[in-house]
């Protein structure tokens, strides 16, 4: 007598991410339409400083730009922190609840880390430095965010390119880097009285939380 036995088959499905892609573009469309002058100045962030020197006000963080272009960067970025989680064999790329548990923690790290450091910026009296500081973070990274875009595109559709892959992460870091190092030079006058408070911000909020929100993706 022959024994069957039937194993189900599990078709990965990758239609949620066509449709969370074609998303982004769409909200990009939407967001040149209407901040056509602002959207170009903004694409040329990387070899010119007049988006940074234009937009310096606190109140451009809550514009409608930036809420359409920060749901384009935490798309981007969460793709891309499944794309590189799959590729060490932490989640599946093609796994859409991933994807759900990522950008939400994203989202909610990033949105929670800009109220903790309002908070700590009343508190030393750093205000000016920390709101010109988080709208040049926002600029270059939001930049990043579209930047990798047509990359997580690729590396979704295919099979993960090790090159490619560490050749993002390091522009990434090298540009984020850059940033810091562009706050100094602007800001180097305001720093002079508070270099103890730059530096104890620095540990606490931008390079603690980057190792705690990695040690939470990979253990849960």
């Known amino acids: ?8 088959r599990i078709i990965e499905t990758k239609d949620w991410a066509t449709y969370v892609f074609l998303l982004s573009f769409v909200l990009i469309a939407i967001t040149k339409t209407i901040f056509e002058t602002r959207f170009n100045e903004f694409l040329r962030i990387l070899v010119s400083d007049k ?15 930036t809420i359409l272009l920060f749901i384009v ?7 891309f922190i499944q794309i590189l989680l799959d590729y ?9 609840v991933s994807f759900i548990r990522i950008s939400s923690l994203l989202a909610i790290f990033v949105l929670s880390k800009f109220l903790i450091e309002k908070i700590i910026a009343e508190t030393f009296e750093i205000e000016e430095f920390i709101e010109q500081f988080n709208l040049l ?19 979704f559709y295919n ?23 562009i706050s100094l030079k602007n ?31 990979t253990k849960i």
């Open 159 to 181: 099979n993960s390119s090790n090159y490619l892959i560490f050749i993002t992460l390091t522009a990434i870091l090298i540009i984020n880097l850059a940033t810091y190092l």
């Open 1 to 8: 007598m022959i024994e069957a036995f039937l194993n189900p």
């Open 88 to 96: 060490f064999g932490y989640v599946n790329k093609t796994d859409w």
């Open 51 to 65: 988006y940074i020197k234009v937009y310096k006000d606190s109140t451009n963080l809550m514009s409608g730009f």
């Open 137 to 155: 973070k926002v600029g270059y990274r939001t930049f990043i965010g579209i930047l990798i875009l047509p990359v997580n595109i690729y590396l």
């Open 73 to 79: 960067q935490i798309i981007s970025f969460s793709f």
């Open 187 to 217: 800001y180097q006058n305001l720093l002079i009285g508070n270099l103890f408070y730059f530096i104890l911000y620095l540990c606490a909020l931008e390079i603690a939380p980057y190792y705690f929100i990695y040690y939470l993706i």
